[in-house]
């Protein structure tokens, strides 16, 4: 099991960081901000997405421009909304960021090309169902390969020592959503690319599903102050997200960045209205190598010494 894990057997005890300053305390108008921010995101999804199909735009400059967007109105938000003012990165941490979120994008995209190259271009151009009825099958496919392959990474020794990269950072905010090991995005970028290839999803209903996945992506990773309430039990959200970074088993679901339905149906859905971590990162730090620490956290799977060992995660309180 993971070092979270062996924390709740008693194995090995927490190690707390204290996360006060917690929360909008601004004026009326920080909280209509909180309010219309998430559905300015989606309505941005909507017109990027109907655009792009409409005007026939070239997915390949389409999608990078588009999150580029979309991270700097979250990070712009982190700003005016934050959750917790602790948590936004300093001067070394954004040059950290910055290289791990080159590496991320350079393994997002050599996860495109190996499935390209394994499978051809085998999506095609147009839709066989209308793209509307299409799009809504390709997120529900794309979503469920990530959510299992982001579980199994949690449950499977080898897996871990990739995906526990992302877990080191005691913060969690828009900058650091990037923080991963490289082979721990070819591998899930690579398995979700396969699936909807394999189903045969048209190329505009990939790019559609792709836009909503990463506005997605980066908007539950935001260190920022906004509840979507009854819509938790649809789409994943900060709330969810801040609690899988949780130092707390119990509370350490929400394995799906896009749609909660998957933690409802596999029992990995804790939040409840007001539920919110003490602490985020790890229980043993020691375990993986520090965010700074770039060559030594790609090296960390091949190092002698054995990580903490994953292991099924209990159900929810």
């Not at 707390?16 to 901000?33: D, H, K, Q, W």
């Not at 526990?164 to 899930?188: C, E, T």
Request: proline share 8%.
């Amino acid at each position: 099991m993971d070092e979270r894990e062996r924390a709740a057997d008693g194995e090995i005890h927490s190690v707390e960081y204290a996360v006060p300053g917690r929360g909008v305390t601004g004026n009326s108008a920080s909280r209509i901000l909180c309010a219309v921010a998430y559905p300015i995101l989606l309505l941005a999804v909507v017109c990027v997405a109907a655009s792009a199909v409409l005007l026939r735009w070239d997915p390949a400059w389409v999608s990078p421009f588009f999150l580029v967007g979309v991270i700097a109105y979250l990070a712009l938000l982190e700003r005016l909304i934050p959750y917790d003012r602790n948590w936004h990165p300093g001067r070394d941490e954004w040059r950290w960021y910055g290289i791990y979120f080159l590496l991320t994008m350079a393994g997002s995209g050599l996860a495109q090309l190996l499935v390209a190259l394994a499978v051809g271009r085998i999506s095609p151009e147009e839709p066989v169902l209308h793209l509307w009825a299409e799009i809504p099958g390709a997120l529900l496919t794309g979503s469920l390969v990530s959510y299992a392959v982001h579980r199994l990474g949690h449950r499977n020794a080898l897996l871990w020592r990739l995906h526990g990269v992302h877990h080191v950072p005691r913060k969690v905010n828009v900058a650091n959503n990037g923080v991963n090991h490289v082979l721990d995005i070819v591998l899930a970028q690579s398995l979700v690319q396969l699936a909807l290839a394999v189903v045969g999803f048209s190329r505009p209903a990939v790019l559609v599903a792709g836009l909503f996945v990463a506005a997605q992506g980066y908007f539950v990773h935001a260190n920022i102050d906004v509840r979507i309430g009854p819509l938790n039990h649809l789409l994943a959200s900060p709330e969810q997200h801040r609690l899988h970074h949780s130092t707390e088993l119990s509370e350490a679901g929400h394995y799906g960045s896009d749609l909660s339905c998957w933690d409802h149906l596999f029992g990995s859905f804790t939040w409840h209205p007001g539920r919110e971590p003490t602490a985020v990162g790890l229980y043993d730090p020691a375990s993986f190598p520090g965010t700074g620490e770039i060559l030594a956290a790609f090296l960390h799977p091949w190092r002698r010494s054995p990580a903490p060992r994953p292991g099924p995660r209990p159900g929810p309180e």
